[in-house]
């Protein structure tokens, strides 16, 4: 397993913006980390394995169906915006 | 009359019985729960007046014989990550401080249907990600046994408020051990139940495949009554399960592993006495004992601390200014975005954030996250063969007693250690409960853990119940019994 990594490339895909000061501490407490997850490079898997279930007991997700139901009404779901007019959330351009 | 100490069916019983009223037992709740809070900071916040009324809506259907069932005036503290329609769920987070829920968890209106009340919502590590409660961005919660030392985490400040008598019992959730954790170090039962059987609708996520809703309580018996109250199928949760319950004996035919690894290095002595305890008292009742070894047990930090910040990572990238919660100007989107998250996030989210993201880059995806889900398919399969010829498992919760406040802040690792013990029923879905057993030298609560197969959460509660019974531990810390 890789113990290097970019500590700004894997903020910049996580979308956090680190200080100095953070991207210090944050890239050493990170090598510690991966260093002790290296106990699995050892370990002896069935790499064939094609039903690796992300439900623990194993069973497949279950979707409604496509019915339409009650839900928020436009003005619950707006409540909490950060920003909100005419009925939209508002955020800044994409581009400058 | 003292209310506070009491079960839920003794309450019950002095309602039905119209020698106590639920307003009585409300009122004193929330005069501890409020006197309590100086010391401990167990709760982010107290529904007084909303919740008196409930209580007195309570009294008139007892005075009526019109009671709806056992937890009918019960008052409940509930960890704020979990949403009561028009409150406050902060998951003690600058990122949501001021986000107000629109809608109710699906054990909340379970909880509404049963007519309990609510005390408040209690602290907790940011986004349940701690084992401490010292993560929480408003303040840390303290031990109510000695304010030194931390009541574990994440589900920290309803454990210290059910140990204060601030409340009857609690909902906790439970991703690695953040029910069963802080219930040990508190003195009391915590009890995860099997995957799936808890709804997580409502529960703000922070890893979809190992979170759970469980109650935090003074008896196995009063877990019992909240999980009965909250489990069942929910189509509004995608991993919800409607399986029916398999009985196991709980009686002396009952078979008994312990796991080995949990009884080696990293466990403290007092910890391992715990066990040596329990397994004294089952030979004494004729159980038959046996030591069983799950080898990948010793990867579990290694398996979890992918596979968790993994789904972390996905989950909280919800968190973005736009639709809810704390919004940092920027020029464009992205910069508002990027200056949100740093604001908003404390240091351990930002952590795990950041871990989960190298794990799932590309590149690095099939080494980190692929690994860690086919060791985790590995794990499963070497519990399904264990319970082939164990019904229980026992180990201690904790590998030591609670720590102080401020001992393992500066090394993150050596926290994640502290759930070595409970971190594998998460990984395999299975039920797990912690029942304290005792004290420390330092007069601080030990606990031991019992895991079952999956699906068998009413049998664990037998057996647990039948285990606290002959170790009958006083459950009150010193200060807070009156």
Same mark, same amino acid.
């Given at each position: 397993?890789?113990?290097?990594?970019?500590?700004?490339?894997?903020?910049?895909?996580?979308?956090?913006?680190?200080?100095?000061?953070?991207?210090?501490?944050?890239? +050493?407490?990170?090598?510690?980390?991966?260093?002790?997850?290296?106990?699995?490079?050892?370990?002896?898997?069935?790499?064939?394995?094609?039903?690796?279930?992300?439900?623990?007991?194993?069973?497949?997700?279950?979707?409604?169906?496509?019915?339409?139901?009650?839900?928020?009404?436009?003005?619950?779901?707006? +409540?909490?915006?950060?920003?909100?007019?005419?009925?939209?959330?508002?955020?800044?351009?994409?581009?400058? | 009359?003292?209310?506070?100490?009491?079960?839920?069916?003794?309450?019950?019983?002095?309602?039905?019985?119209?020698?106590?009223?639920?307003?009585?037992?409300?009122?004193?709740?929330?005069?501890?729960?409020?006197?309590?809070?100086?010391?401990?900071?167990?709760?982010?916040?107290?529904?007084?007046?909303?919740?008196?009324?409930?209580?007195?809506?309570?009294?008139?259907?007892?005075?009526?014989?019109?009671?709806?069932? &056992?937890?009918?005036?019960?008052?409940?503290?509930?960890?704020?990550?979990?949403?009561?329609?028009?409150?406050?769920?902060?998951?003690?987070?600058?990122?949501?401080?001021?986000?107000?829920?629109?809608?109710?968890?699906?054990?909340?209106?379970?909880?509404?249907?049963?007519?309990?009340?609510?005390?408040?919502?209690?602290?907790?590590?940011?986004?349940?990600?701690?084992?401490?409660?010292?993560?929480?961005?408003?303040?840390?919660?303290?031990?109510?046994?000695?304010?030194? *030392?931390?009541?574990?985490?994440?589900?920290?400040?309803?454990?210290?408020? /059910?140990?204060?008598?601030?409340?009857?019992?609690?909902?906790?959730?439970?991703?690695? !051990?953040?029910?069963?954790?802080?219930?040990?170090?508190?003195?009391?039962?915590?009890?995860?139940?099997?995957?799936?059987? /808890?709804?997580?609708?409502?529960?703000?996520?922070?890893?979809?495949?190992?979170?759970?809703?469980?109650?935090?309580?003074?008896? /196995? @018996?009063?877990?019992?009554?909240?999980?009965?109250?909250?489990?069942?199928?929910?189509?509004?949760?995608?991993?919800?399960?409607?399986?029916?319950?398999?009985? &196991?004996?709980?009686?002396?035919?009952?078979?008994?592993?312990?796991?080995?690894?949990?009884?080696?290095?990293?466990?403290?002595?007092?910890?391992?006495?715990?066990?040596?305890?329990?397994?004294?008292?089952?030979?004494?009742?004729?159980?038959?004992?046996?030591?069983?070894?799950?080898?990948?047990?010793?990867?579990?930090?290694?398996?979890?601390?992918?596979?968790?910040?993994?789904?972390?990572?996905?989950? &909280?990238?919800?968190?973005?200014?736009?639709?809810?919660?704390?919004?940092?100007?920027?020029?464009?989107?992205?910069?508002?975005?990027?200056?949100?998250?740093?604001? !908003?996030?404390?240091?351990?989210?930002?952590?795990?954030?950041?871990?989960?993201?190298?794990?799932?880059?590309?590149?690095?995806?099939?080494?980190? *996250?692929?690994?860690?889900?086919?060791?985790?398919?590995?794990?499963?399969?070497?519990?399904?063969?264990?319970?082939?010829?164990? @019904?229980?498992?026992?180990?201690?919760?904790?590998?030591?007693?609670?720590?102080?406040? !401020?001992?393992?802040?500066?090394?993150?690792?050596?926290?994640?250690?502290?759930?070595?013990?409970?971190?594998?029923?998460?990984?395999?879905?299975?039920?797990?409960?912690?029942?304290?057993?005792?004290?420390?030298?330092?007069? &601080?609560?030990?606990?031991?853990?019992?895991?079952?197969?999956?699906?068998?959460?009413?049998?664990?509660?037998?057996?647990?119940?039948?285990?606290?019974?002959?170790?009958?531990?006083?459950?009150?810390?010193?200060?807070?019994?009156?």
């Amino acid at each position: 397993m890789s113990e290097k990594f970019d500590i700004s490339n894997i903020a910049k895909l996580a979308s956090i913006s680190l200080s100095d000061d953070e991207k210090q501490k944050l890239s +050493s407490d990170l090598s510690v980390i991966l260093e002790h997850v290296q106990a699995l490079s050892n370990l002896e898997l069935d790499t064939n394995i094609e039903d690796v279930y992300i439900h623990p007991l194993e069973k497949e997700l279950v979707l409604d169906e496509d019915i339409e139901k009650p839900s928020l009404t436009h003005d619950e779901a707006l +409540s909490n915006a950060p920003k909100a007019s005419d009925g939209k959330f508002i955020v800044p351009p994409s581009l400058e | 009359m003292e209310l506070l100490n009491l079960s839920i069916r003794e309450l019950n019983n002095l309602f039905v019985n119209k020698k106590a009223k639920p307003s009585e037992l409300y009122s004193e709740i929330f005069d501890r729960a409020a006197n309590s809070e100086a010391a401990l900071h167990a709760h982010l916040s107290l529904f007084e007046e909303t919740n008196l009324e409930k209580a007195k809506n309570s009294d008139e259907r007892f005075s009526n014989s019109e009671n709806v069932g &056992l937890l009918d005036g019960i008052p409940l503290a509930i960890k704020d990550n979990i949403n009561i329609k028009n409150e406050k769920t902060t998951c003690s987070s600058k990122m949501l401080s001021n986000f107000i829920s629109p809608y109710n968890a699906t054990v909340i209106s379970k909880l509404d249907t049963e007519q309990a009340i609510y005390t408040g919502k209690t602290n907790l590590d940011e986004f349940a990600m701690g084992s401490s409660t010292e993560n929480s961005a408003f303040g840390l919660t303290r031990n109510p046994w000695n304010t030194d *030392y931390v009541p574990g985490g994440s589900s920290g400040g309803s454990a210290a408020s /059910v140990a204060s008598r601030s409340s009857i019992a609690a909902l906790g959730s439970d991703t690695g !051990g953040s029910i069963r954790q802080p219930a040990s170090f508190c003195g009391l039962v915590g009890f995860k139940p099997t995957y799936g059987t /808890v709804s997580r609708y409502g529960l703000v996520a922070f890893a979809s495949s190992l979170d759970q809703i469980g109650p935090i309580s003074k008896s /196995v @018996d009063d877990a019992r009554i909240i999980y009965s109250a909250i489990s069942g199928h929910d189509s509004l949760d995608s991993t919800s399960i409607n399986d029916e319950q398999i009985d &196991l004996p709980f009686d002396k035919n009952a078979t008994i592993g312990i796991v080995k690894e949990l009884m080696e290095d990293g466990i403290s002595e007092e910890s391992k006495k715990e066990v040596d305890k329990v397994i004294d008292i089952l030979k004494q009742k004729g159980y038959n004992i046996k030591e069983v070894s799950l080898p990948l047990i010793k990867l579990s930090i290694s398996i979890y601390y992918l596979i968790a910040p993994a789904e972390c990572s996905a989950n &909280l990238a919800r968190f973005d200014g736009v639709r809810y919660g704390l919004r940092v100007d920027g020029k464009t989107s992205y910069e508002m975005m990027e200056n949100t998250r740093a604001e !908003g996030f404390g240091d351990e989210v930002k952590r795990r954030i950041l871990l989960g993201t190298y794990a799932l880059s590309a590149g690095y995806y099939d080494e980190y *996250y692929g690994k860690a889900l086919r060791a985790r398919k590995k794990m499963v399969d070497e519990f399904s063969s264990i319970f082939k010829e164990c @019904d229980y498992l026992i180990s201690p919760t904790t590998p030591t007693e609670a720590f102080k406040a !401020g001992e393992k802040t500066s090394n993150p690792l050596e926290m994640y250690m502290s759930d070595l013990c409970t971190i594998p029923a998460n990984l395999a879905g299975l039920p797990a409960i912690s029942i304290p057993t005792g004290l420390s030298s330092n007069n &601080l609560p030990l606990g031991v853990q019992i895991m079952s197969k999956p699906l068998t959460d009413n049998s664990l509660l037998n057996f647990s119940e039948m285990l606290e019974k002959e170790l009958d531990f006083n459950r009150t810390p010193e200060g807070w019994s009156k």
